[in-house]
């Protein structure tokens, strides 16, 4: 199992194999954290992001692409898109579940042996933070990595940060 670990920082800022960007379908940045990584990441990002929505019309929930990291201290960026909160009952922990595992088997294609992710979904999709917290690192520690040596979790925000500390003790 790769060793987890908990960073309350900017994703943007961190020198790890990969980032992986909350982002949407399209591909094309948004809001949130997807936004501050294509600002950060510079034109590189969206120029690769463009290809693959032409290669396979953007990414589907659950799914997760590689791209170049731009001028980001990363080497890659992979790109999930988490659900929409519906409720629960739209098979949205499966979904949430599949950006964590579809990114680590990324991750391990390209040998990196450092990953950090954000708090998947719960901005503006509003997914429930502790419910968010717990698949995250369940998903994560139940992954079976090769080329992983870390996992970061990497919250923007107290509220988040205290809900991965208390997971994690």
């Known amino acids: 199992m790769a060793h987890l670990t908990l960073l309350r920082a900017d994703i943007t800022t961190l020198t790890v194999?990969?980032?992986?960007?909350?982002?949407?379908?399209?591909?094309?940045?948004?809001?949130?954290?997807?936004?501050?990584?294509?600002?950060?990441?510079?034109?590189?990002?969206?120029?690769?992001?463009?290809?693959?929505?032409?290669?396979?019309?953007?990414?589907?929930t659950g799914e997760a692409v590689i791209t170049t990291a731009g001028k980001l201290p990363a080497k890659y960026v992979i790109h999930t898109v988490g659900p929409v909160w519906n409720g629960g009952t739209n098979g949205e922990d499966a979904l949430l579940e599949s950006c964590y595992r579809n990114?680590?088997?990324?991750?391990?294609?390209v040998g990196?042996?450092?990953?950090?992710?954000?708090?998947?979904?719960?901005?503006?999709?509003?997914?429930?933070?502790?419910?968010?917290?717990?698949?995250?690192?369940?998903?994560?520690?139940?992954?079976?990595?090769?080329?992983i040596e870390e996992v970061s979790f990497v919250c923007f925000d107290a509220e988040n940060y205290n809900i991965y500390e208390r997971l994690m003790a």
């Open 17 to 60: 194999d990969i980032i992986v960007n909350a982002a949407n379908s399209s591909l094309l940045g948004g809001g949130g954290v997807d936004g501050a990584i294509h600002r950060a990441g510079g034109p590189a990002i969206l120029e690769a992001c463009k290809k693959i929505g032409a290669e396979q019309g953007g990414c589907p």
């Open 103 to 109: 990114s680590l088997q990324l991750a391990e294609e």
């Open 112 to 147: 990196a042996t450092s990953i950090a992710f954000p708090n998947i979904s719960t901005g503006v999709y509003h997914f429930p933070k502790e419910r968010a917290a717990e698949i995250a690192v369940r998903t994560v520690r139940a992954f079976p990595v090769n080329s």
